[in-house]
């Protein structure tokens, strides 16, 4: 039996999808990039902007569709709010939190689908017999009653929620033996007025240290060079457990000193920081230990402290120019990226214009610009949406031209200087690989050997463009 899985929206999402994989694979299920092949189709859903959510419609209409003319189950997790679950209960077979995850290989047996290795479970006589061999592209062949399995849930979606942490004992099925994401916290508590993520994860939860560090004790000693850990809000981890868990700067200090003592060579990068729980000592272990690298995500979402109101960002800009000013001058190497939202309910000219001007003024190596779109169940869902599609898709042009004009400068700079490159695989470019820098500065350089994928090398600079830069190979 094959089982496909759609992973839409953040790094979190992808890392929960591979925890995903890891369970589907444990009870028999083969993956297939061809959805049109599974027996199990499952959507890791992104509920951000509301075009995630109509992706999903739109494929499980498709999955529905398909039914007609082979066994097929479907379901979805990931990010969703009250009134999409409500809606896709009756367009999906399944639909569950990621908390719920453990329980998946039940739900599907509920269905009456015998999985290879829940086959051996129920028919001693197959003990001896290799999962492998169980494995059917037919579904059907494997349909039992429900009745056949005992459950203390009457349905698959009203089984009471159980804790986040059990989610975090499943071992992903990791998507590259060369970078890997770790989740240290789900949830937020900042409510954003145009964030669904305390609607849809909950509250903020922090996973205990003393995993986090294992899981990355463990990748960096299977030979993992980059390592992203995630969360929602990741300098606010440890406060849900204040007394009982580190924080966030002395977690990265555990991870530090790791780098130290291992000896090995390995980058760590953290996503998504938010200004108003950055501390200079989460700035200070970043500029301490090589193995954090030197590369800083700080969203901003407006460069207006009028919009930072409505948003309920409980930050000012004058707050986060001193926090980028510390990082310019403990880390003056680190790239800059950010987060930002134009068209936000309300924005006028004035307003947008502080936000163009910030651009100018930090001079950001990489910006993930959104055009605003209300998601219901948020609070400035409630709101109008009195900005129109042409003046939201022309400030949007505005700000790349502007993000491009200033990444473009800094890695014009570059040109001449050796730099280290973690190579990730080959590039659009025949004949080169390509990779990025400890800054996540995308390069490429001339070569076809392969055996280089997953290893750190040496670079030359000799051309740039907006948001890459190409290089000859001196290191290998």
């Known amino acids: 039996m094959k089982y496909h899985v759609v992973q839409l929206g953040c790094q979190m999402n992808i890392s929960d999808g591979e925890r995903v994989q890891k369970v589907l694979e444990d009870i028999g299920f083969v993956h297939t990039d061809n959805p049109q092949e599974a027996n199990l189709i499952g959507v890791i859903a992104c509920s951000v902007r509301q075009k995630g959510i109509d992706k999903v419609y739109n494929m499980v209409s498709t999955w529905n569709k398909w039914k007609n003319n082979k066994s097929l189950l479907t379901f979805v997790s990931g990010c969703v709010l009250p009134a999409d679950k409500e809606k896709f209960l009756k367009l999906f077979d399944m639909v569950f939190t990621m908390s719920q995850l453990p329980d998946l290989p039940e739900m599907i047996n509920q269905y009456g689908i015998v999985t290879p290795a829940g086959l ?36 698959l979606t009203k089984k009471p929620e159980v804790g986040i942490e ?15 994401y770790i989740p240290i916290q789900n949830g937020c508590d900042k409510f954003c007025t145009y964030c669904a993520v305390p609607y849809t994860r909950g509250r903020e939860v922090s996973r205990p240290s003393d995993e986090i560090l294992a899981e990355l004790k463990t990748l960096v000693e299977r030979g993992t060079k980059s390592i992203t850990i995630l969360g929602q809000n990741v300098n606010s981890y440890g406060l849900d457990k204040k007394g009982n868990e580190i924080s966030f700067a002395q977690l990265l200090a555990k991870i530090g000193e790791y780098g130290i003592e291992s000896g090995k060579d390995f980058w760590v990068y953290f996503t998504s920081p938010h200004p108003r729980d950055m501390t200079d000592d989460v700035i200070e272990m970043v500029a301490k230990y090589d193995c954090l690298a030197k590369q800083i995500h700080l969203p901003v979402q407006s460069g207006d402290d009028k ?18 000013s510390t990082i310019r ?15 936000f309910t309300g924005e006028n000219d004035e307003e947008f214009e502080n936000t163009r001007l910030i651009m100018q003024e930090f001079k950001y190596n ?37 993000l491009t004009k200033y990444s473009f400068e800094y890695n014009h700079e570059l040109v001449g200087k050796k730099m280290k490159v973690l190579v990730r695989g080959n590039d659009r470019k025949q004949g080169y690989l390509s990779g990025y820098t400890e800054g996540r500065i995308v390069a490429r350089f001339a070569s076809d050997d392969t055996s280089l994928v997953g290893s750190f090398v040496e670079i030359e600079i000799t051309s740039s463009a907006s948001l890459s830069i190409e290089g000859k190979l001196i290191n290998k």
């Open 366 to 402: 990489m910006a993930y610009i959104a055009q605003y779109s209300p998601r219901p169940g948020a609070t400035s869902s409630r709101w109008d949406d009195d900005v129109s599609k042409e003046v939201k898709k022309e400030r949007y042009h505005n700000l790349t031209a502007e």
């Open 120 to 155: 051996q479970s129920i028919h001693p006589e197959l003990e001896k017999v290799e999962v492998e061999e169980l494995t059917s592209p037919s579904l059907g062949e494997f349909k039992i009653s429900p009745a056949q399995f005992k459950s203390e849930s009457n349905s």
């Open 307 to 324: 919009v930072l109101i409505r948003m309920n960002r409980n930050h000012s800009m004058h707050r986060y120019r001193e926090i980028v």
């Open 166 to 180: 059990d989610f975090w004992h499943i071992e992903p099925k990791y998507g590259s033996g060369v970078e890997a």
């Open 329 to 343: 001058q403990l880390i003056p190497q680190a790239t800059l990226f950010t987060d930002i939202i134009v068209g």
